[in-house]
């Protein structure tokens, strides 16, 4: 079981669209180039977090890619299911339905093994589903301190007051 | 993110072990037939079990494999880690540490997005160790009713009082 290294690119889009003032956008080789990534990949991931609703495109000299709601309203579980999508990570095929005991089990019923690892799943994505961007911002720009925090406001052009201000 | 096949098949070898009476072993080509699943993939999955300290190879006519412990003291995550390992499922690459803020976040302090996951991660796996297999066979006895456990029975050439007892 892996999770695919698209999700944490996204993610760490995701983080730097949550630090820039409310409206200001990113286009796909600024959010690539700010962690050094390959730009077609970074725009291939763009393009499925605006598919599933997490960013929108802004047109335009200034455009590219801004939050579509408040960072607060973002979690690390909309992007991983932007990325990686909402199947179950466990797809039970029932097996327990062939064989010598295949008709004795409960019709419509769920296979308590399969329930059990679809309550691990469940309790995953509620992990993720409880971090906002908002606090992960947070938490990257009270690590970086006044320094980091001066030198990402720098790179992004920024004049206003960010997430990530003093 | 997707989990293994096998971990679903070794899943059910291993509560089909957990319904035998203690010290009673059943070969891997037993355990396949009873799901109808390949023989070959089957005996694979229960090397894997084997390697992990889950199950214990016993030798002779009625050899085959049995569980390692009791059923009430092997969880689904042994299982799980026995056939897909136990490294983490979001693998962490430090990104933030290309690019123009590269050099300012604290030095050996983990990635918040990186804690995130992992935090996420560890509520899965908690919730698969809070199952036994003991539990998985007591649900699925259940669900089979005294019919479906007669024919469990009855496939092992049980005599004694297993698991799945009425």
Redesign the interface.
């Known amino acids: 079981?892996?999770?695919?290294?698209g999700?944490?690119?996204a993610?760490?889009a995701c983080?730097v669209l949550a630090s820039l003032p409310a409206g200001q956008a990113l286009n796909a080789a600024a959010l690539a180039?700010?962690?050094?990534?390959p730009p077609a990949y970074m725009a291939k991931h763009l393009q499925a977090l605006s598919k599933a609703g997490v960013v929108v495109a802004v047109r335009g000299a200034q455009g590219g890619y801004a939050l579509a709601r408040p960072a607060s309203q973002i979690t690390?579980w909309d992007v991983?299911a932007a990325i990686?999508g909402s199947?179950p990570?466990?797809?039970?095929?029932d097996?327990?339905r062939?064989?010598?005991?295949a008709g004795?089990?409960?019709s419509g019923?769920p296979c308590?093994?399969?329930c059990?690892?679809a309550?691990?799943?469940q309790?995953?994505?509620?992990?993720?589903k409880s971090?906002p961007l908002s606090e992960?911002v947070r938490?990257?720009a009270a690590?970086?301190?006044p320094?980091?925090r001066d030198?990402?406001r720098?790179?992004a052009g920024l004049r206003h007051t960010s997430a990530i201000s003093s």
């Open positions: 079981m892996r999770i695919a290294e999700v944490e690119w993610a760490h983080a180039s700010f962690h050094e990534l690390l991983q990686s199947e990570s466990f797809r039970c095929q097996i327990r062939k064989g010598p005991c004795h089990y409960p019923a308590p093994i399969a059990a690892f309550a691990a799943e309790a995953y994505r509620d992990h993720l971090v992960l938490q990257v690590g970086m301190g320094a980091g030198a990402f720098s790179w």
